[in-house]
């Protein structure tokens, strides 16, 4: 556990914390006035290895060197040059702060950060954070690395859950939900859709799909996979054989009955650290998941319109409604692919660096 002091004077500006992996979705923008939940759980903060907010330099302004030096390898809009590594956490778990009225940004319903640090130190007036909560964005509450101090704090130090725990006991994420939006007089409104969090870890998983496709095409297993990632492959990707074939894989699941080329694995919630095979599919090559989203995957839940037998009577309510379904295809957040995608030293290939340049321009607008 950890509680994070201010630089300038000490004073504690969190509650105890403990550190996870960084939620995919943390850097996405959803839809257009929507109400997005807290990013991370309370309790709990991760480390953000890139910059982010501004200040922003234009592609053309970054030489390839330095690019590469930070881990981007194909040409981006424009890329932040604020200090890397803040650590972000809750709203709910700030302490010792206050807001900065002239920091507002240019924010819609909220507060965005585009002016940098929002939130200051109440002892020091140090700014020491920025605070996120505007419309389409996770709400959330960055840490500057260079404002703040990790200390540990006395008190038991739980190991991470093990892969066996993780696929026991780990919570899945649904697919579907209900996303708030911006009501007008009659109050909030509602709709049902994908998952953001589903759209976000498709968009990351997808670039190294694309990767391990190595420019032939790719074949998912059928069913909800094949929902989230096959139309977007087969657009992407060339048609005709050979095909390079997908399976899940992870803790407690049997091993492939033949060598398959690519495993969807999951990605432990605390660590960070992609699950690894033994064996025969050591080979293969991985591509990360979301725990939540992997169990889901692995284990979707079954929604049965009449029970499994009989059929209920004539004047008995049904009290299992069929579920809502979105009212469009799945799509995979373009935002977080293109992140990967160029973060990623294969991106540097002819045939990857045309789609990347193809979601650039807005090609394939269907499948985002």
């Keep these: 556990m950890f509680v994070f002091v201010c630089a300038g004077c000490g004073a504690e500006l969190t509650t105890p914390l403990s550190q996870v992996a960084l939620p995919v979705h943390a850097r996405q923008t959803y839809g257009n006035g929507t109400q997005l939940p807290v990013l991370m759980q309370p309790g709990t903060f991760a480390v953000d290895p890139d910059p982010w907010g501004g200040p922003w330099r234009m592609w053309d302004e970054i030489d390839p060197d330095e690019a590469e030096a930070r ?24 302490r010792g702060t206050r807001l900065i009225p002239e920091k507002r940004g240019g924010a819609c319903c909220g507060l965005d950060g585009a002016d940098g640090p929002n939130m200051a130190c109440e002892a020091c007036d140090l700014p020491v954070a920025t ?5 389409s964005l996770w709400q959330a509450v960055r840490l500057s690395s260079d404002a703040v101090h990790r200390v540990p704090v006395d008190g038991m130090h739980a190991a991470p859950l093990s892969w066996a725990e993780l696929a026991d006991k780990g919570e899945e994420a649904p697919p579907f939900e209900p996303i708030a939006t911006w009501g007008g007089r009659l109050g909030p409104n509602h709709y049902w859709s994908w998952s953001p969090r589903w759209e976000a870890a498709a968009g990351q998983a997808l670039a190294h799909l694309l990767v391990a496709s190595h420019g032939r095409p790719v074949k998912v297993p059928d069913g909800l996979t094949a929902d989230v990632f096959q139309r977007a492959l087969d657009a992407l990707l060339p048609a005709g054989p050979p095909e390079r074939r997908a399976v899940l894989a992870g803790p407690g699941r049997p091993s492939p009955d033949s060598g398959p080329d690519i495993l969807l694995v999951p990605v432990h919630p605390q660590t960070g650290q992609t699950w690894t095979p033994a064996g025969p599919t050591a080979s293969a090559h991985l591509v990360p998941l979301p725990l939540g989203i992997w169990l889901w995957l692995v284990s979707p839940q079954r929604y049965l319109p009449v029970p499994v037998s009989g059929r209920i009577p004539q004047d008995v309510l049904r009290d299992e409604p069929l579920p809502l379904l979105p009212s469009h295809l799945f799509r995979v957040d373009r935002e977080t692919l293109q992140h990967t995608l160029v973060r990623l030293p294969a991106v540097r290939s002819p045939w990857l660096r045309t789609i990347t340049e193809n979601l650039t321009q807005g090609a394939s607008a269907d499948l985002f």
């Design 71 to 94: 881990g981007i390898y194909a040409p981006v809009y424009a890329l932040s040059d604020s200090t890397p590594g803040a650590s972000v956490i809750a709203p709910g778990d700030i």
């Design 131 to 135: 605070r996120v909560d505007d419309c």
